[in-house]
């Protein structure tokens, strides 16, 4: 599975934007996905992740309420729709599949590219 997230862009605080990550060969819809961030300096850190039907999702807290994800496994597609942006929440998104429901976020299957989000204060 190769994954590529998009996207990203500069916005204000407040303002709102929808991440997206595309997924390319086969056994999309047998992966839960989930997406990292990781602000310039920092360790990446899990934002949150959906099983593989996308009946289930569990997020950190700094974003509960804010971020949704979604996913479209007819379109091979999961998204993060993030709202009420902070400062803090600027960062390079990356998005991850893996087998297993939860996810073992330091034992992801596979990566994608990220997508930078830059929030302005």
């Known amino acids: 599975v190769q994954l590529q997230a998009s996207g990203g862009g500069w916005v204000r605080t407040g303002d709102s934007l929808r991440l997206s990550c595309a997924a390319s060969?086969?056994?999309?819809?047998?992966?839960?996905m989930a997406w990292f961030r990781q602000a310039p300096g920092k360790e990446r850190e899990f934002v949150g992740a959906?099983?593989?039907?996308?009946?289930?999702?569990y997020y950190r807290d700094s974003v509960k309420g804010r971020f949704n994800i979604s996913r479209d496994n007819l379109e091979n597609k999961v998204y993060l729709q993030m709202s009420r942006l902070k400062p803090e929440d600027a960062a390079v998104y990356y998005c991850?599949?893996?087998?297993?429901?939860?996810?073992?976020?330091?034992?992801?299957?596979?990566w994608g590219k990220g997508t930078l989000v830059t929030v302005s204060s």
């Open positions: 959906i099983n593989w039907s996308g009946t289930h999702t």
């Open positions: 991850g599949a893996d087998g297993e429901y939860p996810i073992s976020p330091n034992d992801m299957d596979y």
């Open positions: 060969g086969r056994g999309f819809s047998g992966y839960a």
